[in-house]
């Protein structure tokens, strides 16, 4: 949803929502420049969704006057959208409106073929303009319309360790392999989705498995809350292995010092 929100302050600047936190985050410069060294806890969360924008939405080109040439994802058809030469004729904040012939409004292209790799200018001069100066805009190349989906942010958020839900069946494909391991055999027991008191109760099946369930909810629970919170916490792809070893250290601390 904070990314979904992301997305319309990019694209509707003359809502009062652009405004205020453009006048209190960002005065100077847009919301992918922001800092986020302070604000308050919704404006943190927003900066930290932005990044799922940033990582897959790309520039249409316009007039070329809002895109960064050397920043800004412009190049459909790569991985990062962005050019890899570093900064030679062209100033490191030039924008892609220096590459548009202002007279017959199509790119200069012996400037491109000067400044960039064959292959990566090959890429800019097939990038269609408008004869009509249109503004730049940022689309969402994964969906037909160029409208951010939530469906594939999501995805993306998944991807970068965001807080996710404790559940098995609810979380992201990291979260269903942590469980995987040790849990798998739930999966295949439930015909549906199931509740977590549910789920507490099909563990309860096998009891030597509980303290090791117990311990892996909660490390999932512990990390997510840190992820909100902008704290470090534990990596997903370590959980499984934590929870293992404190069971073990529990066990031989009861081993060692038995109830009298």
């Not at 003359?14 to 006048?23: H, I, N, Q, T």
Request: glycine fraction near 4%; proline fraction near 5%; aromatic fraction near 14%.
């Amino acid at each position: 949803m904070l990314a979904k929100q992301v997305w319309r302050l990019i694209q509707d600047k003359e809502s009062l929502s652009y405004k205020v936190f453009k006048a209190k985050y960002f005065p100077n410069c847009s919301i992918f420049e922001a800092k986020s060294s302070s604000g308050f806890f919704a404006w943190k969360r927003i900066l930290w969704s932005r990044k799922v924008i940033a990582k897959e939405a790309r520039w249409r080109v316009g007039d070329g006057k809002s895109t960064r040439i050397y920043y800004d994802a412009w190049l459909l058809g790569t991985a990062e959208g962005k050019v890899s030469f570093p900064p030679s004729f062209l100033s490191s904040e030039a924008t892609v409106d220096a590459l548009i012939d202002p007279h017959t409004r199509w790119w200069n292209v012996q400037l491109i073929d000067l400044c960039f790799y064959a292959l990566e200018a090959q890429k800019i001069k097939s990038i269609p303009l408008c004869s009509v100066p249109q503004p730049d805009i940022l689309i969402w190349p994964k969906e037909n319309s160029g409208v951010y989906s939530m469906k594939f942010g999501h995805k993306a958020l998944c991807d970068e360790d965001s807080p996710n839900l404790v559940l098995p069946q609810e979380g992201c494909e990291r979260i269903k392999h942590i469980w995987s391991q040790d849990f798998g055999w739930v999966d295949r027991t439930a015909v549906t989705d199931i509740s977590f008191k549910d789920l507490v109760e099909k563990i309860r099946e096998k009891p030597q498995t509980l303290a090791l369930f117990a311990v892996t909810a909660w490390a999932i629970w512990h990390h997510r809350n840190k992820s909100r919170l902008w704290k470090y916490s534990m990596p997903l792809d370590r959980i499984a292995i934590y929870a293992k070893d404190y069971i073990r250290n529990l066990k031989s601390l009861e081993c060692s010092h038995p109830q009298t």
